[in-house]
């Protein structure tokens, strides 16, 4: 499942946009935390024909089963060497990190008199690294995003990328950067979570009376009303993403790369999926009542799961803005598209 986009000249299934987002929305229905993992270990063979040679053969064709995993760089720097770079720092929030085999870890390049000279990604084997806890979270805790240290750890030149590379690398897969496809599979993975949500209370509304009343939640007018509305948020944000995805695949097929309208597009699919999940598990779960707070309900775990989703920086509500700006014509207030 982690090869989904990887060039088939690797081994890798190369799917499409469409295709592999739908793949991380029926894993995530099933659980959110797995559908998490997939869809952020399943981007980094995007990057596969970006690498050298060398260092894609080093994570991909020497072992079948390789995951790439990477975390926020929180004080890390990587100095440059004679033959590379050395690494120190810590990385936090690196989803996957318990069953990667390699990090692609972020960090400002300095020289030696610590001046910052750029910015860059090092691939380097998970054996290298000191894994530390620092996810004592409730939602998505499955995907087990720990923080991770490395102290004075070489990468040789070939394992180093430079610049932004998940902004600005297009894939062989779908013509897209990293970042977008990012999004896009976290908009699948709270599709899927809403989708479990609306199918789990469905079985509450068939079968609760409310302590109480005499009235059964099977013959409540505002079930039915917020049943239904919950149905039409979800299947329109849906709708959006994926019809998103089926036209930059067209447009990619076509002409070889994706318009920016349509890159900009998807980034506003991808958001409002997230955004409109959280709102649909929300109604679900107040439909629910009092059955659904319990720590082994499963609504009460797509709830945890879907707020901590909505907390990430793919789903923040900013991103409304910086498409904004670019469809009245402005510049974009951050490098998301």
Not at 176 to 203: K, M, N, T, W, Y
Not at 262 to 283: P, S
Not at 299 to 306: A, F, I, K, M
Not at 320 to 336: C, I, K, M, S
Request: hydrophobic content about 40%; charged content about 20%; glycine content about 10%.
């Amino acid at each position: 499942m982690f090869r989904m986009l990887l060039p088939a000249e690797l081994g890798g299934a190369q799917l499409s946009l469409p295709r592999y987002i739908r793949c991380i929305e029926v894993i995530a229905e099933a659980d959110g935390s797995t559908g998490w993992c997939t869809g952020q270990g399943g981007v980094f063979p995007n990057l596969a024909d970006r690498m050298s040679t060398a260092a894609a053969e080093d994570i991909w064709s020497a072992d079948a089963n390789a995951v790439v995993a990477t975390g926020t760089p929180t004080g890390s720097t990587a100095l440059k060497t004679q033959r590379g770079y050395r690494l120190n720092g810590r990385w936090m929030f690196a989803s996957g990190v318990m069953h990667a085999t390699w990090l692609a870890a972020m960090a400002p390049k300095v020289d030696g008199a610590g001046k910052t000279v750029g910015f860059g990604m090092f691939m380097v084997p998970k054996s290298d690294i000191e894994l530390q806890d620092g996810w004592n979270v409730r939602g998505l805790r499955g995907t087990g995003s720990r923080q991770y240290v490395l102290k004075d750890v070489e990468v040789p030149d070939y394992r180093a990328m430079d610049g932004p590379v998940l902004r600005d690398h297009c894939g062989s897969a779908t013509g897209l950067p990293a970042l977008l496809l990012f999004a896009s599979a976290f908009g699948c993975v709270g599709l899927g979570i809403a989708r479990r949500a609306l199918d789990e209370v469905r079985h509450i509304i068939a079968e609760k009376t409310p302590y109480s009343t005499s009235r059964t939640l099977l013959d409540d007018d505002m079930v039915h009303m917020g049943l239904g509305e919950a149905e039409a948020h979800w299947g329109a944000a849906r709708a959006y993403l994926f019809e998103l995805a089926e036209a930059c695949t067209h447009d990619y097929t076509q002409r070889g790369e994706v318009s920016g309208e349509l890159r900009t597009h998807l980034r506003l699919a991808a958001t409002n999926a997230m955004r409109q999940a959280g709102r649909v598990v929300e109604k679900t779960y107040e439909i629910a009542g009092s059955s659904v707070i319990f720590d082994d309900h499963p609504l009460q775990r797509c709830s945890q799961d879907v707020r901590a989703l909505t907390q990430q920086i793919q789903a923040r509500p900013a991103h409304f803005r910086t498409v904004g700006r670019v469809l009245l014509g402005l510049e974009p207030d951050n490098a998301v598209l």
